[in-house]
């Protein structure tokens, strides 16, 4: 399962730089949770074709997220996000907001620090 929740996020970032087959099948897969078996019937193929496109589909991909990354930086931000979210969240209106609130400062400046990093800004 995992996998496919993996192939659906990457299908996220990536779909259209597959072919509109390829998006197809993929989304029958993972979006729908069909079987390759379910997919085959009702796309009047055989189950080793849908095999095939599928798995093709799932190494370009994973090819595309080696090479850009988009889903890694995503991640990434989205964790930072968190972080900082819950930094927050535990700050009380005291001395001690002043050194959460400039700790919330530094993590974001890390956040910021490492896009520019990434895209040679």
């Not at 370009?60 to 969240?89: F, K, N, S, V, W």
Request: charged share 30%; with cysteine.
């Amino acid at each position: 399962m995992e996998k496919r929740i993996e192939t659906a996020w990457l299908l996220s970032f990536y779909g259209p730089l597959l072919t509109q087959r390829q998006r197809e099948l993929l989304a029958l897969y993972c979006d729908e949770d069909f079987s390759l078996a379910e997919i085959a019937a009702q796309e009047d193929i055989s189950r080793q074709g849908v095999y095939d496109a599928v798995h093709r589909a799932q190494r370009q991909l994973a090819d595309y997220e080696a090479r850009l990354g988009l889903l890694a930086r995503y991640r990434r931000i989205t964790q930072g996000l968190e972080q900082c979210r819950a930094m927050l969240d535990g700050v009380q209106a005291s001395r001690e907001s002043e050194a959460a609130l400039a700790h919330v400062k530094r993590a974001l400046d890390a956040l910021i620090a490492d896009e520019e990093g990434q895209n040679g800004v």
